[in-house]
């Protein structure tokens, strides 16, 4: 998996944990819906760390609880 897979899967996941909606994390972040809908879809190669920091602040989680799973460990991602 690419990390921007990854990233998006961990989005997607998280969302689902805390059962958010796109408006919701739009409106909890300042992330536009249009951003978060291009980094769940991969529409980018890469996303700004300062993006996933707003979107982990409208999820009320740290950046590191982002990065606190299995989808990011080495071996599961390409090289």
Request: proline residues 4%.
């Amino acid at each position: 998996m690419t990390l921007m897979q990854a990233v998006s899967a961990r989005l997607t996941q998280l969302l689902q944990e805390k059962n958010m909606t796109l408006n919701q994390l739009f409106l909890q972040s300042g992330v536009p819906k249009s951003t978060i809908c291009n980094v769940l879809g991969c529409s980018y190669s890469s996303v700004k760390l300062r993006v996933l920091h707003e979107m982990c602040q409208g999820l009320s989680i740290e950046l590191a609880e982002f990065f606190a799973s299995p989808l990011f460990k080495e071996e599961n991602l390409e090289p």
